[in-house]
């Protein structure tokens, strides 16, 4: 089956240390996204990219860093430069709207607790 | 870039009563606009979509939505609620590079 697989589903980690949450698809998606999920404030863009070895900033990339060497792999390095490190990690991947659809579908997410 | 406003963050309506959330958005060209749900303890699913085309879209679970360029809108509605429609309600706005912005959404609550 197709889909998009975040792992682990409960992270933890220490301050301080730097952590690279897994997001793997299988739909030949071009674009894939990350974002952070906390109460109150849905969810912000950290970082999007639309095609291999490349990928944008979002509202809050700060602390963060991505790669995409892979059209099917897009890990985030959550770095001991985020102040707030604590939150719910969403990935996403989406077809281009020429093609009919454009919406994202997600990954079930990766809880992320820093202590 | 882009950005969504949902100005309610919490709504309560009883069960079988119609609903309206609000969404208003910017963005300087045709927005590509959607509504996403997402119920306790699972993961976000596509209500609707509008690209291009008739301003008023349906989508899944009765719910429809209708584009007001003049007002820059997307409101979701539902002509009668049901209690499995308690959910947080998300929508977003995407823009031609692919990049995609969420509103804080609103958090619906069905009074039996």
């Known amino acids: 089956d197709g889909g998009i697989t975040q792992s682990p589903k409960y992270l933890f980690r220490k301050e301080g240390q730097n952590v690279t949450l897994s997001c793997e698809q299988n739909?030949?998606?071009?674009?894939m996204y990350w974002y952070r999920q906390d109460p109150g404030q849905g969810l912000r863009l950290i970082y999007y990219s639309q095609i291999v070895n490349d990928f944008q900033k979002g509202d809050i990339a700060e602390g963060y860093s991505v790669s995409r060497e892979k059209k099917e792999s897009f890990p985030l390095t959550v770095t001991s430069a985020q102040k707030n490190p604590t939150a719910f990690y969403l990935c996403a991947s989406s077809v281009p709207r020429t093609s009919g659809s454009g919406n994202l579908l997600f990954g079930p997410g990766t809880r992320l607790t820093v202590l | 870039a882009q950005s969504v406003t949902q100005p309610d963050i919490h709504i309560t309506v009883s069960e079988g009563a119609s609903l309206e959330l609000r969404c208003n958005y910017s963005?300087?060209?045709?927005?590509?606009l959607f509504w996403y749900v997402q119920s306790p303890g699972q993961g976000l699913q596509l209500l609707l979509k509008?690209?291009?085309?008739?301003?008023l879209v349906q989508g899944i679970k009765g719910f429809e939505a209708e584009f007001k360029r003049s007002q820059s809108s997307f409101n979701l509605r539902k002509p009668s609620v049901h209690w499995s429609d308690a959910a947080e309600y998300f929508c977003a706005v995407g823009a031609d590079n692919n990049d995609m912005r969420f509103g804080a959404g609103t958090r619906l609550t069905v009074k039996p």
């Open positions: 739909l030949n998606h071009d674009a």
């Open positions: 509008y690209f291009s085309g008739d301003t």
């Open positions: 963005y300087g060209a045709t927005p590509y």
